[in-house]
């Protein structure tokens, strides 16, 4: 799969999941400190599949938690995350 096919296709996972996650904790406001093991138990079936087979769950929680870490001190718009983690994830596991 190219490149740019592969973003967009993790890109819309994580909108997807997003959704779900808002949900799950609107009766907190959204508020999850745990978020990035949430995340990582719903995508990781499927970026397994599109990314990396030898992707392990574990691994991917140290990549949301090593990108969320990048992309504070960078300060990006709020609802570009989605595309963000797409390009991330896709640059390190492609």
Not at 33 to 48: C, F, G, T
Not at 74 to 92: E, F, S, T
């Amino acid at each position: 799969m190219a490149k740019k096919k592969l973003t967009a296709t993790v890109e819309e996972l994580f909108r997807e999941v997003g959704k779900a996650h808002r949900e799950a904790f609107r009766d907190k406001g959204g508020t999850d400190p745990e978020w990035p093991l949430w995340y990582a138990d719903q995508l990781y079936q499927d970026l397994v599949k599109v990314l990396d087979p030898e992707l392990t769950q574990s691994r991917l929680v140290y990549l949301l938690v090593q990108g969320e870490r990048k992309r504070s001190k960078k300060k990006p718009k709020k609802g570009d995350w989605p595309k963000y983690y797409a390009r991330y994830l896709v640059k390190r596991l492609s």
